[in-house]
């Protein structure tokens, strides 16, 4: 049923948005759904070919000598769910159930992000509130490709303010994000016979997160650690790689990482464990539980000593974790460097690398030093995958109306700042060239997990100054 929680304008479209399917790369269902709402209330739409929908609605009386306005977000969702749910995302509408202030779905993520956003935007629409003209721009696949904002082109939109609702704490503007880079390096694998007793040293107990938002806390890279420790047993000895692996996902810091490697001199795994010690002082506070484990294995054939060099040196010249700090916005990450993923494959090693910055040109020096330094090891080297960065603007009026509209309303100071991450505004930014930005929300917490949950109060609070805020566009 319904739920029957303030303000009903917003809480009521989110309801219907959560009965569609809507997991990142399946939004055909909702993309139509927004279709359908503006067809029944008349006003101007389109849907692209990528199923973005974006939707007209004239500036009210008194407005329309002002600039139109876009409001923006997403209509795909992170689609998690625990291990004893039977939920289908495929079919299933989210169960959603209230619990205080806080809204939250069973078993499964509950769509906040960036469902807000939506029933936001259709409450809007839907009311009779002063604004300007509107333009409500809700794209696709947000949370996996980007490909919905990547896909707006220059003319479809003309606002010189957008307001970007896909932030998760209330009070708190955002005004740039991180553009990011992911490069692959690729090792050729060749053999060489070596005679020697082979082990597995494997890498665990770390903590890990997310590549961008949790690098500042200087957690242990399970991959760094590995080679770190593989080149202080080759000081000893001679030693042979025969597999390597580490990491899972280009934005997770590695938790784990192995490899089997031939020693020659029992030596090296002393220098191992010695080494080891040393390391596990350095990151006692921030990863406690970090493991080494070594055991006698074999199976996997030697690499050359020049392939098994190359990787070593790698690992032990590349950069890793925080590059730079901003000098605009104190204590934010302006660029990073995460060595997220080895992948042994049958004819080669593909490291995978996430490169972060909020100033375009650190991602291309980072990308350039990863490139010599690839060249220089025998190996490969390939950008895939490239989304540009939100840079901050000293100056913005959009951003000092959002901040005196929200301290004349709830008589206490908003604040605003950047994250090292990536945001639709950084790929919209490059086809509107000229509108100002910023990025705002109500309080959620625990986003892209089944303990995902939304306050009510915090919904209402913002839904109001949003409301405002367009009254102060004029």
Not at 158 to 181: H, P, Q, R, W
Not at 262 to 287: H, M, N, P, R, W
Not at 425 to 451: Q, R, Y
Request: proline share 3%.
């Amino acid at each position: 049923m319904p739920l029957n929680i303030e303000p009903k304008e917003v809480f009521s479209w989110f309801y219907e948005i959560n009965q569609i399917p809507r997991c990142s790369g399946n939004e055909k269902g909702v993309s139509d759904f927004l279709v359908n709402f503006a067809k029944e209330r008349n006003l101007e739409y389109i849907q692209d070919e990528v199923n973005n929908v974006i939707i007209k609605k004239p500036a009210s009386p008194g407005y329309e000598n002002s600039d139109p306005v876009i409001i923006q977000g997403h209509m795909d969702m992170v689609c998690v769910k625990t291990d004893d749910s039977d939920h289908d995302f495929s079919k299933d509408p989210i169960d959603m159930f209230v619990d205080g202030d806080l809204l939250k779905a069973n078993k499964t993520t509950l769509g906040g992000d960036d469902g807000m956003a939506v029933a936001y935007a259709l409450a809007i629409l839907d009311g009779d509130y002063k604004h300007p003209a509107l333009e409500v721009l809700i794209t696709v696949e947000e949370e996996t490709t980007m490909k919905g904002a990547g896909a707006i082109k220059e003319g479809m939109l003309t606002g010189k303010k957008l307001l970007n609702i896909d932030s998760e704490e209330e009070g708190i503007f955002l005004v740039s994000s991180a553009g990011g880079n992911t490069v692959h390096t690729i090792f050729k694998k060749d053999y060489q016979d070596f005679d020697a007793k082979s082990y597995l040293i494997s890498i665990g107990g770390l903590e890990g997160g997310h590549s961008g938002m949790e690098i500042n806390k200087q957690r242990g890279n399970a991959n760094i650690i590995l080679f770190r420790l593989l080149d202080r047993a080759r000081q000893e000895g001679e030693i042979r790689l025969g597999s390597v692996k580490g990491g899972s996902k280009h934005n997770a810091i590695p938790s784990t990482a192995q490899a089997q490697v031939y020693v020659k001199d029992s030596a090296s795994i002393e220098a191992i464990k010695d080494l080891f010690k040393e390391i596990k002082g350095e990151f006692t506070a921030v990863d406690p539980d970090l493991s080494l484990t070594i055991e006698e294995k074999s199976g996997a054939k030697a690499f050359s000593k020049d392939l098994t060099d190359n990787i070593i040196d790698y690992y032990n010249l590349v950069p890793d974790g925080v590059i730079a700090i901003s000098n605009s916005i104190k204590g934010l990450v302006q660029t990073s460097l995460n060595n997220a993923v080895i992948e042994d494959h049958e004819d080669e090693i593909l490291l995978i690398t996430s490169v972060r910055s909020s100033v375009e040109s650190q991602l291309d020096k980072v990308a350039r030093t990863l490139e010599i330094l690839a060249n220089k090891a025998g190996a490969t080297f390939e950008e895939v995958e490239r989304y540009p960065a939100w840079e901050y603007e000293e100056d913005s009026k959009l951003r000092d109306i959002a901040l005196k509209t929200y301290e004349d309303m709830f008589k206490e100071k908003a604040t605003y700042t950047a994250v090292h991450a990536g945001l639709e505004c950084g790929l919209l930014k490059k086809v509107l060239k000229d509108t100002e930005m910023i990025s705002f929300g109500p309080n959620m917490w625990d986003v892209h997990s089944p303990k995902e949950r939304i306050s009510i109060k915090s919904t209402q609070r913002v839904f109001d100054f949003t409301v405002k805020l367009l009254e102060n566009l004029k």
